[in-house]
C-alpha cells in the first residue's frame, strides 16, 4: 500500500477514469464465454433443486434426506446468490435473452423482485454507506457504525442478529416495504400497505410451495420433506445473511454523510464504494456460491459487470488501489466474521469507543487510513 495520507482532486479523478477504463474494458471483451457460463451456471442449478426434491420424496430414508437436504440448499444458494441477485442487477442483459433478463426475472426468495430492486440496485447502490439515505446500513434494525446514534433497543441486537439471520429472506422482504419510513412519516402508509401486500402475496407463493405443495406430494414422507425444505431455506438464509454482512459491515468499512456527497463526482463516487466495502478470501467455489459477492469491492464499483468477471479484474482493482494509497480491506471468512460480530456485539453499547487495537492487526491502521483519505465535503468539485 502506497504511503500518501491524502489524495487530491486530481489523484481521485484519476482513479475515477482508471476505473472507468477498466470497466470499458471487460464491457467489449463480453461475449459467449460468458452467455455459457450463465447458462451452464442456471443448469447446475436446476439440476441440483429437481434432483434434490426427487431425493427428499425417498426421505423417510436418513440419507435420502441429508442428500436431497443439501442438494436443495445448494440449488437455492446458487438461485439467489449467483443467478437471482445478478440477474436482476441486469448483469446478462446484455444477452438479450428474454429468460435471463432483470425484467423479467422472479427470484426463490420471501422478496418481490421489483420491490428488492428499487431498495437495492437503486437505494444501495446509489447511496452506499451514507447515513440517512443507505437504508442498508444496518437494515434499520441494527448499529453497524459508531456514527449512528445509540438507542436502548440496540442492547439486543446482537440477539436479534442472530434470528435475522434464520429468518434472513423474509426480513428483507419486510425491509423492503420500508415500514419505518412510513412510521416517521416520510412515505404514505397507502403506498407502504401496497408494497406490504406485494412482499405477502410474494411470501405466500413461497410457503405454499415449499412447505404445503411439495410435502404434499411426497404423501408419506409430508414430515421429512417439510423439515428439509425449512432447513434448506434455513441454510440459504444464513449463508446469504453471512456473506452480505461481511461485505459490508466488517473493521474497516467506512461510512459517509450527506454533506459529503453534495456536488459528488464520478471519482468520488469510486472511492466511496472503495472505502465502504470489504472482499472475503476463499476458493473460485466459494466465490460461485457467494454470487461473487465476496468480491464485493468489485461489486459495489461495477454492480452491472457480469459477476463471472470480478475475479478478473480484482487483482487490477487492487493494483490501483496500491498505485493510489487507498486501503482494499479483504480477508477470510472467519477473519470477516468475526470482524462483524465484534463490532455488532461492541456498537450493542452506548457510546462510540472502538476494540483496543491490536498492534499484530492492521485493520485498525486500515480504518485509520480510510478516514486519511476521505474527502472533505467542501473539497468536492
Given at each position: 500500500?502506497?504511503?500518501?495520507?491524502?489524495l487530491?482532486?486530481?489523484d481521485?479523478?484519476?482513479f475515477?477514469?482508471?476505473l472507468?477504463r477498466?470497466r470499458?474494458?471487460?464491457?467489449?471483451?463480453?461475449g459467449?464465454?460468458?452467455?455459457?457460463?450463465?447458462?451452464?451456471?442456471?443448469?447446475?442449478?436446476?439440476?441440483?433443486e429437481?434432483?434434490?426434491?426427487?431425493?427428499?420424496?425417498?426421505?423417510?430414508?436418513?440419507?435420502?434426506?441429508?442428500?436431497g437436504?443439501?442438494?436443495l440448499?445448494?440449488?437455492?444458494?446458487?438461485?439467489?446468490m449467483?443467478?437471482?441477485?445478478?440477474?436482476?442487477?441486469?448483469?446478462?442483459d446484455?444477452m438479450?435473452?428474454?429468460?435471463?433478463h432483470?425484467?423479467?426475472?422472479e427470484?426463490?426468495s420471501?422478496s418481490?423482485a421489483e420491490?428488492w430492486?428499487?431498495?437495492?440496485n437503486?437505494?444501495?447502490?446509489t447511496?452506499?454507506n451514507?447515513?440517512?439515505?443507505?437504508?442498508?446500513?444496518?437494515?434499520?434494525?441494527?448499529?453497524?457504525?459508531?456514527e449512528?446514534?445509540w438507542?436502548?433497543?440496540?442492547?439486543?441486537?446482537?440477539?436479534?442478529?442472530?434470528?435475522?439471520?434464520?429468518?434472513f429472506?423474509?426480513?428483507?422482504?419486510?425491509?423492503?416495504?420500508?415500514l419505518?419510513?412510513?412510521?416517521?412519516?416520510?412515505?404514505?402508509?397507502?403506498?407502504t400497505?401496497?408494497?406490504?401486500?406485494?412482499?405477502?402475496?410474494k411470501?405466500?407463493r413461497q410457503?405454499?410451495?415449499?412447505?404445503?405443495?411439495?410435502?404434499?406430494?411426497?404423501g408419506?414422507?409430508f414430515?421429512?420433506?417439510?423439515?428439509?425444505?425449512?432447513?434448506?431455506?434455513?441454510?440459504r438464509?444464513?449463508w446469504?445473511?453471512?456473506?452480505?454482512?461481511?461485505?459490508?459491515?466488517p473493521?474497516?468499512?467506512?461510512?459517509?454523510t450527506?454533506?459529503?456527497?453534495?456536488?459528488?463526482?464520478?471519482?468520488e463516487w469510486?472511492?466511496?464504494?472503495?472505502?465502504?466495502s470489504a472482499?472475503?478470501e476463499?476458493?473460485?467455489?466459494f466465490?460461485i456460491l457467494?454470487?461473487?459477492l465476496?468480491?464485493?469491492?468489485?461489486?459495489?464499483l461495477?454492480?452491472?459487470?457480469?459477476?463471472?468477471?470480478y475475479a478478473?479484474i480484482?487483482?487490477?482493482?487492487?493494483?490501483?488501489?496500491?498505485r493510489?494509497?487507498?486501503?482494499y480491506n479483504?480477508?477470510s471468512?472467519?477473519?470477516?466474521?468475526?470482524?462483524?460480530?465484534?463490532?455488532?456485539?461492541?456498537?450493542?453499547?452506548?457510546?462510540?469507543?472502538?476494540?483496543?487495537?491490536?498492534?499484530?492487526?492492521?485493520?485498525?491502521h486500515?480504518s485509520e487510513?480510510?478516514h486519511?483519505h476521505?474527502?472533505?465535503?467542501?473539497?468536492?468539485?
Amino acid at each position: 500500500m502506497a504511503g500518501t495520507t491524502q489524495l487530491t482532486a486530481v489523484d481521485v479523478e484519476e482513479f475515477g477514469r482508471a476505473l472507468d477504463r477498466l470497466r470499458e474494458e471487460i464491457l467489449a471483451s463480453l461475449g459467449e464465454g460468458d452467455a455459457r457460463y450463465i447458462r451452464r451456471v442456471i443448469t447446475v442449478q436446476r439440476s441440483l433443486e429437481a434432483g434434490g426434491r426427487a431425493v427428499m420424496f425417498a426421505s423417510l430414508l436418513p440419507p435420502a434426506w441429508l442428500a436431497g437436504t443439501a442438494m436443495l440448499a445448494t440449488a437455492k444458494i446458487l438461485e439467489n446468490m449467483e443467478i437471482g441477485h445478478n440477474v436482476l442487477h441486469g448483469q446478462w442483459d446484455w444477452m438479450r435473452d428474454p429468460e435471463i433478463h432483470s425484467t423479467v426475472w422472479e427470484w426463490d426468495s420471501g422478496s418481490s423482485a421489483e420491490q428488492w430492486k428499487h431498495s437495492h440496485n437503486y437505494v444501495h447502490h446509489t447511496y452506499t454507506n451514507v447515513l440517512g439515505k443507505d437504508r442498508d446500513i444496518g437494515y434499520s434494525a441494527l448499529r453497524v457504525h459508531p456514527e449512528q446514534p445509540w438507542h436502548p433497543l440496540y442492547l439486543a441486537q446482537p440477539l436479534y442478529n442472530l434470528m435475522l439471520a434464520v429468518v434472513f429472506e423474509w426480513g428483507i422482504a419486510i425491509y423492503d416495504s420500508e415500514l419505518e419510513r412510513a412510521w416517521r412519516g416520510e412515505k404514505n402508509w397507502a403506498e407502504t400497505l401496497t408494497q406490504l401486500s406485494t412482499a405477502l402475496r410474494k411470501g405466500g407463493r413461497q410457503v405454499l410451495k415449499d412447505y404445503v405443495a411439495f410435502p404434499l406430494l411426497a404423501g408419506p414422507a409430508f414430515l421429512p420433506v417439510l423439515f428439509g425444505n425449512l432447513t434448506a431455506n434455513t441454510i440459504r438464509n444464513v449463508w446469504a445473511h453471512m456473506i452480505i454482512f461481511c461485505g459490508h459491515f466488517p473493521e474497516g468499512a467506512e461510512v459517509f454523510t450527506e454533506e459529503q456527497i453534495e456536488g459528488e463526482t464520478r471519482g468520488e463516487w469510486y472511492l466511496r464504494q472503495m472505502l465502504g466495502s470489504a472482499n472475503i478470501e476463499g476458493s473460485a467455489l466459494f466465490h460461485i456460491l457467494t454470487g461473487n459477492l465476496s468480491f464485493q469491492i468489485e461489486h459495489h464499483l461495477f454492480p452491472d459487470l457480469p459477476s463471472n468477471r470480478y475475479a478478473q479484474i480484482a487483482p487490477e482493482v487492487r493494483a490501483l488501489c496500491a498505485r493510489f494509497g487507498i486501503p482494499y480491506n479483504t480477508g477470510s471468512l472467519p477473519r470477516q466474521t468475526s470482524s462483524v460480530w465484534k463490532r455488532i456485539l461492541r456498537l450493542a453499547l452506548p457510546g462510540p469507543a472502538r476494540w483496543p487495537v491490536d498492534l499484530g492487526d492492521d485493520r485498525a491502521h486500515r480504518s485509520e487510513h480510510a478516514h486519511a483519505h476521505r474527502i472533505p465535503a467542501e473539497s468536492v468539485v
